[in-house]
């Protein structure tokens, strides 16, 4: 039975980090500054590092012996702390990531006229 949970619990933390990444990556929402988005990505790193372990400390207190299996409450207790751990893990991943790779803006426009010149274009022979 324990092995059971300990499955489960382990693909719904990995389903929420791939949500949030999946999430974030689609997310259109404003960027705050370099700085800022690195400072914001460590300290989200930081507290749901906490957070989990925190948490994992006061169901092991409460939890009991989990010989035969873990008791449904804190089967949940501890994906639902797994899975807020691997949520914001991967959102202050995105962060810090965007704080190292700034978006820039991509258009069809070519940046030097020298882009447009007939000798730098391929030719096809039909």
């Known amino acids: 039975m324990l092995a059971f949970q300990l499955i489960c619990s382990f693909l719904v933390w990995i389903a929420s980090g791939v949500f949030i990444a999946r999430r974030a990556k689609a997310a259109n929402r404003p960027t705050p500054s370099p700085t800022a ?13 906490v957070v989990l372990l925190g948490g994992l400390a006061w169901v ?7 010989k035969a299996g873990l008791k449904p409450v804190t089967w949940l207790a501890i994906t639902a702390l797994g899975a807020l751990f691997t949520a914001g893990q991967a959102e202050a991943a995105s962060l810090v990531l965007r704080s ?6 991509v258009t069809d426009a070519p940046r030097d006229p020298s882009c447009t010149s007939s000798s730098s274009r ?3 022979k039909p």
Do not use: M
């Open 37 to 49: 988005a690195a400072a914001l990505g460590a300290l989200i790193f930081i507290l749901s590092a």
């Open 60 to 66: 092991a207190q409460s939890a009991g012996p989990v």
């Open 100 to 105: 190292l790779a700034p978006r820039s803006e």
């Open 122 to 124: 391929l030719k096809v």
